[in-house]
């Protein structure tokens, strides 16, 4: 078996040590002659597995008991009508910062249940840049700022939070997600798809502030569709082999370093990286410097006739999941928590060879 340098934006990348753990009790789960898939929600044995992963997540990102952690399911997108259905209602106004495909979806669906500003956009820009705080134009009032802490597609990533003047951050973090340490006191709400960098696609992690939640909406939400219907209790089947897969994640993650583990090698990857394609003007970066993504490092040839020969040759050596997004072209390496160093070393040495 070869394992392939995996540079997938997502599904992604997952930690070997979790793969071949789930692989080995796959068929007998905790002693019970079943598979963890085939296991009743609420029996002893998954009931472990979410208290686990919650209790893990707790520690791992210093959540107080002030904040409740839901695991839902319909991935971000869901969030993206969820969010405005709980919290922003006709005669509401919500801040959106527009930086990429995904902001520009949840906005779509945030306009359908109240007043939506957008604080800043860099569309005109193709996307290239993050704003900085003194760039927002913001709503005193507003229910909630949102942003998407990094632009999978696009290869931009906030440095630190927005400045909000108090005002409740809702983040779409689905692709930075537990790739650092995050100021949880400025969050409202954090939702984050588990399949870019937390396990596989099906699982929806939601945190939300308790006093945020008690802001919500009381009337006119579907059951399934208010959060509250979540909170402290199993309504529905969880998407239960995504939690476990969580689960083992986060323990890989705390067995590890924590966060600033993960910090610290997400960074060292990403200056490999970008330093091959700033060495000289063979290789170019699409974005902006200081917005520079540590999850999704975008760029592209200078000759870009060259772009297919690229990625045959990548794809030859092992390298996969290097093309760029349609709407950027050129080349994206996701480079999520699980990727390891040396699968970002053997790129920068055959964009090295390439060159050459
Ligand atoms: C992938 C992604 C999404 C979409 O996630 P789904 O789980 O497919 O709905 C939304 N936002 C960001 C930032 C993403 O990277």
């Given at each position: 078996m070869t394992r392939a340098h995996n540079f997938s934006a997502g599904p992604a990348v997952l930690p070997l040590e979790v793969l071949k753990e789930a692989q080995q009790e796959f068929l007998d789960f905790a002693g019970s002659g079943s598979s963890v898939i085939e296991l009743s929600h609420r029996g002893p044995e998954y009931v472990e597995v979410d208290r686990q992963a919650q209790e893990?997540?707790?520690?791992i990102l210093g959540l107080g008991e002030d904040f409740e952690i839901l695991f839902l399911q319909g991935g971000a997108s869901h969030q993206f009508m969820m969010v405005p259905f709980n919290f922003l209602g006709t005669s509401q106004t919500a801040d959106y910062i527009n930086t990429g495909t995904w902001s520009k979806k949840a906005i779509k669906e945030a306009k359908l249940f109240g007043r939506v500003n957008v604080?800043?956009?860099?569309?005109?820009?193709?996307?290239?840049r993050v704003p900085e705080s003194s760039e927002l134009k913001l709503t005193p009032e507003a229910e909630y700022v949102h942003f998407t802490s990094n632009n999978t597609i696009f290869g931009t990533q906030f440095r630190k939070e927005p400045e909000t003047n108090g005002v409740p951050l809702v983040c779409d973090a689905s692709s930075d997600f537990l790739s650092r340490p995050l100021d949880v006191s400025r969050y409202?709400?954090?939702?984050?798809?588990?399949?870019?960098?937390?396990?596989?696609?099906?699982?929806?992690?939601?945190?939300?502030?308790?006093?945020?939640?008690?802001?919500?909406?009381?009337?006119?939400?579907?059951?399934?569709?208010?959060?509250?219907?979540?909170?402290g209790t199993m309504f529905n089947t969880p998407p239960v082999f995504g939690v476990y897969m969580f689960n083992k994640v986060l323990a890989w993650i705390e067995a590890n370093g924590g966060l600033a583990a993960m910090e610290a090698r997400n960074a060292a990857k990403a200056k490999?990286?970008?330093?091959?394609?700033?060495?000289?003007?063979?290789?170019?970066?699409?974005?902006?410097?200081?917005?520079?993504?540590?999850?999704?490092v975008t760029f592209r040839l200078k000759d870009e006739s060259l772009t297919k020969t690229f990625l045959a040759e990548a794809e030859s050596r092992n390298l996969k999941g290097l093309k760029g997004h349609r709407s950027v072209g050129g080349f994206r390496a996701s480079i999520y928590n699980a990727c390891e160093p040396e699968s970002v070393e053997a790129l920068t040495a055959f964009m090295k060879e390439f060159r050459r």
């Open positions: 893990r997540l707790k520690r604080a800043y956009s860099s569309e005109e820009l193709n996307f290239s409202g709400l954090i939702y984050a798809g588990a399949q870019k960098n937390a396990g596989p696609a099906g699982l929806t992690i939601v945190i939300v502030r308790k006093d945020f939640l008690a802001k919500g909406k009381k009337e006119g939400i579907p059951t399934i569709l208010n959060y509250n219907t979540h909170v490999l990286l970008y330093d091959e394609i700033d060495a000289d003007d063979f290789y170019m970066g699409t974005t902006e410097a200081a917005s520079r993504s540590h999850m999704n």
